[in-house]
């Protein structure tokens, strides 16, 4: 089975703190992308990458930088957290089947 | 032009019942029409997909129904059970977009036993 692992299921950061969010595949996938989720709103992309060191917006970058250094793993940074950036994140990868696997997310509070 | 519409936003369904919920697109270069399922505290998963030269996929209880000249499609789970209480995702995505799924808002279903 396709894994894709989110390294932290809850963290608790202060306004405007940088946080890492770190996710890791183990399935040698080109695609990676980062998504919110937010009750009512469903899964808003963030940013998504098709290969190391590329990226590419998605429809909600402002306030989000990430990175890819290797194929394997897919960083989300929060330059400067703000309370309205507390949200559920999730990580996804996908390969040539087009289908993307989930992470299980990191629910991420800005006090 | 890019959006998927999905409804309702919600729904009840009784035990053994049928669940449908209904997803519609503009985009006529989308080739790919998956359904995730997410349980709560658990990111969303693949569950049934269905490319446009078939009209029906049925995989035990979950039928994803196509109409492509109405650019709509739906699913439907059969004998639903409280187990099946999750919020769904329909999505859509064309060939070239290097996979990118359009997702639609999701639908919270309660299965009442």
């Known amino acids: 089975d396709v894994k894709v692992t989110q390294s932290s299921r809850y963290l608790v950061k202060r306004t405007g703190e940088k946080v890492f969010l770190e996710c890791v595949q183990d399935?040698?996938?080109?695609?990676m992308f980062w998504y919110r989720q937010d009750p009512g709103l469903g899964l808003r992309l963030i940013y998504f990458?098709?290969?190391?060191?590329?990226?590419e917006k998605g429809d909600i970058p402002e306030g989000y930088s990430v990175s890819r250094e290797k194929k394997e793993r897919f960083s989300l940074i929060l330059e400067s957290a703000s309370t309205n950036q507390t949200s559920m994140y999730l990580c996804?990868?996908?390969?040539?089947?087009?289908?993307?696997?989930f992470g299980s997310g990191t629910r991420l509070t800005v006090v | 032009q890019q959006q998927v519409k999905q409804s309702p936003q919600s729904l009840i369904v009784q035990k053994g019942g049928i669940s449908i919920i209904n997803c519609a697109y503009e985009?006529?270069?989308?080739?790919?029409f998956p359904w995730y399922q997410q349980f709560p505290g658990k990111g969303p998963a693949l569950l049934i997909a269905?490319?446009?030269?078939?009209s029906e996929k049925k995989e035990g209880r979950f039928t994803i129904s196509f109409n492509k000249s109405a650019k709509q499609f739906s699913l439907h789970i059969m004998d639903s059970q409280p187990g099946d209480s999750a919020t769904y995702f329909c999505?859509?995505?064309?060939?070239?977009?290097?996979?990118?799924?359009?997702f639609g808002k999701g639908t919270k279903l309660s299965v009442k036993p």
């Open positions: 996804a990868s996908s390969g040539q089947g087009r289908g993307y696997t």
């Open positions: 399935m040698d996938h080109e695609n």
């Open positions: 990458s098709y290969d190391v060191k590329m990226k």
């Open positions: 985009n006529t270069a989308f080739d790919y």
């Open positions: 269905i490319r446009p030269d078939v």
């Open positions: 999505a859509a995505s064309m060939r070239g977009s290097q996979g990118n799924l359009i």
